[in-house]
């Protein structure tokens, strides 16, 4: 198939234009088929079976949410669903026919990204239809089908980060209104010192933590440099980051199998890379043509034996043919070999790293716009958006709850400041905020809440909409706080209204300017502000998010003093180990076991992170009557990951209703994790007179990684290096490119 990225926002016109260009006969969708799941399979069965809405809607809520849930897996799951089938009657024809059905296709609906483009009409291949609802014209085969058809699937992809780099660019051109991405600066000092500190968060195709830690040890200077770590990162060629690393930093010299290949591996050090660098050496040395070449390289990809030791054959005869001696020509095949297994394609790597850099650039020179349109496209991706969102305040940007004077639809820059968009609060469409800001934009600032009401049409908005606005924070800045406002929107609405009659009939003309101004007062009855942990819960309703603060706030101090995990971190996680644990909970899902006892699923949201635990019986009976949602506790429990994957879960084992009840943990050990292919002499030296530097009472142990992979080695250190825990050793020690993480506990 054929894939290219779009911005995500602008997929539809390339659709639209495509469509255009070579005639609506000859483009089409690709059709694929909705399933009966669990949930739509049961809601589905009870509405032909007449079973009242309700009581349907209450039967599928006793089906966990999964998108891979099953009945079969539901019914292990839930005993409430074992009993009511038990009763019989409407409920056992409901189950088994649901489970007949499910897994069927429901459904037609269309491919995310999946396009076909003919050479003629699309009827000569396939069969069409065309979508009553959209009037969209789709091949009703599945893209498995198209090929054995004739034609070919294109991929129209939607990349969020072409978005991302679209939304920053407009926020600077506000300031800089000749700025354009394309003209940035590709050798810029502070884009690349940024990378080679490993703050890659939110670069794309650069932000895992092991890509960190090399990039701090590989320091880049350009966009070469990028590419080939890109090109490296991944199962296989990731052995040869160290040996591309030393070669680039001069700590070990670059050799060349043969002279003449120095112009070609030159800016990989010396070090195989790309796919197209395995098909230029077979050219160079064995005089292929470039067809024969890409034909090797699969050959050797594929690594199969007979055709290996033929194109082994050929490649001798053509190095011979070339004056080479068939030891050097052996020689040079065998190199090429594992290179080839596993080549990365050199312009796939080469537009991801141009993208990464204009990333990069963006977040290094204009952070606050960047950090703004990413909060813009993580709206829909809540763990992703809270992560971003800390890392933003980290680095010192404020953000700002919106405002009704300075907000724009979406995240905007005010000064050096991230303002929230209007359009990003609950029953707020973006229509109305287009509106207010024209409004605005056009006639300046609104002075108080009563000129905003004069001055946009009653038509576009509602109660619903204002009562929205002045809980989310939208007028703070006009002095009057958000009760007193909700106490008087009414009243103020209809004042308005009232005003605005009396000027259509003229009445108000009979008086000079003095006078109306003095009759056009309205006096608001004021009303106690909120508690900030009010205000705070009524924006998280209507943004989805805390934004002036967090009410776990109040608890930072207890959390340096008692928590010791990030359980954004799950790969560091103490499983099997008694932990703390400060918290919010934020759901809470009892759950009947097959012995008919109630535990509860509960998730959790502390400053890091959301995520799962669990309260077996015992424990959920006895603390069930003090647990509720929003509540903010203290837990001990260990993590647990014998689920398998990354479904992790922390078993509670005890709730304090004050955090500071917790216990203070007694930190004894230091966690230090260490990227393998990083760990050179010179490194570890740091590393030991980092530890002996901060003596101290914590014990030192070494997590030894490789890459991404979940296995590793683990080294408890001698007495001699027990070492103190502080702030100050801990950004010493991460200062060192080898460490990719510590903590304490």
Known sequence: ????????????????????????????????????????????????????????????????????????????????????????????????????????????????????????????????????????????????????????????????????????????????????????????????????????????????AGMQGILKDAQPSDIEDLVALNALYRPGPMAYIPQFISCKRGRQPITYANPELEEELKTTYGVIVYQEQVMKVAQIIAGYSLGNADILRRIMGKKKVAALAEEKTKFIAGAKALGRTEKHAIEIFEMLEPFAGYGFNKSHAVAYSVVAYQTAFLKANYPAEFWAANLTNEMNSPDKFAEYLQVAKDQGLEIMPPSINYSDKHFSVVGDKIVYGLAGIKNVGEGVVELFVAEREKNGPYKDFLDFLTRIDSRSSNAKLLESLIKAGAFDTMGVNRPTLLANVAEAVTYVQKRREERSFGQISLFDEEIEAQMDTFTMKEVEDWAINEKLETEKALLGFYISGHPMDVYKKAIKERVTVNTAKQEDLPFGRQTNVIAMVSTIRPYSTKKGDVMAFLQLTDLNSTFDATLFPKTFTQFKEVLHVDGIYGFTGNFDNSRGGDKVSFLIESIFTNPEDLAPMAVTKCHIVLEKSFCKPEKMTMLRDSCLTWEGSCKVELIIREGEASAKDIIACGEEFKVRYCDDFEKEVLDNSAVIDIWFD
């Not at 129209?156 to 506000?174: A, M, P, R, S």
């Open 1 to 208: 198939d054929f894939d290219i990225d779009f911005c995500y926002e602008r997929r539809q016109e390339v659709i639209n234009y495509v469509t255009e260009h070579y005639g609506t006969e000859r483009v089409a969708q690709i059709a694929t088929f909705g399933t009966l799941k669990a949930k739509a399979v049961v809601k589905d069965v009870a509405r032909v079976l007449d079973i009242p809405y309700d009581e349907s809607n209450k039967i599928c809520k006793l089906i966990p949410e999964d998108p891979k849930m099953n009945l079969t897996k539901a019914f292990e799951m839930n005993r409430e669903l074992v009993e009511l089938e038990k009763r019989g009657g409407v409920y056992a024809e409901l189950f088994d026919a649901a489970r007949r059905l499910e897994g069927l296709n429901r459904h037609t609906s269309t491919h995310a990204a999946g396009v076909v483009i003919g050479k003629e009409d699309l009827v000569n291949y396939v069969p069409l239809y065309r979508d009553a609802k959209t009037g969209a014209i789709s091949t009703q085969y599945t893209m498995d089908l198209i090929e054995e058809c004739g034609l070919v699937k294109m991929d129209f992809l939607g990349l969020k980060t072409l978005t991302l780099i679209k939304h920053t660019e407009d926020l600077i051109k506000k300031r800089e209104p000749d700025f354009r991405v394309a003209d940035i600066d590709e050798k810029d000092p502070k884009t690349f010192a940024m990378l080679s500190r490993g703050e890659s968060a939110a670069i794309f195709q650069f932000e895992s």
